[in-house]
């Protein structure tokens, strides 16, 4: 069974930091890199860092130095950790492989977790 869980979100101030974290299970996840993606509102869904099954990341210029990816592959999650909140990281974020396998039968996206950064 396909399944996508993302938590951690939440309200937080300017230079904040928050934790995310998303379970993952189905074939479609093994062995795969993932990835951190965000939607904002009226915005496309962009990926925001990747991270290869060995552990390789990358980021988007926008969070590079704020954020962190990082997986535990004997628990299937993979984490964001962001620091340094601004308001303009505020949108859904949704974890999946990355790249994203749209012409399987097996693919979805989660619920997705809500970061808001307000004061």
């Known amino acids: 069974q396909v399944q996508l869980v993302e938590s951690g979100g939440g309200l937080v101030q300017p230079g904040g930091s928050l934790r995310l974290s998303c379970a993952f299970s189905g074939s479609i996840f093994s062995a795969n890199a993932m990835g951190w993606y965000r939607q904002a509102p009226g915005k496309e869904r962009d990926l925001v860092a990747r991270i290869t099954y060995g552990g390789s990341t990358n980021y988007a210029n926008s969070v590079k130095g704020r954020f962190t990816i990082s997986r535990d592959n004997a628990k299937n999650t993979v984490y964001l950790q962001m620091n340094s909140l601004k308001p303009e990281d505020t949108a859904v974020y949704y974890c999946?492989?990355?790249?994203?396998?749209?012409?399987?039968?097996?693919?979805?996206w989660g619920q997705g977790t809500q970061v808001t950064v307000s004061s």
């Open positions: 999946n492989t990355w790249p994203l396998y749209y012409s399987r039968s097996d693919f979805l």
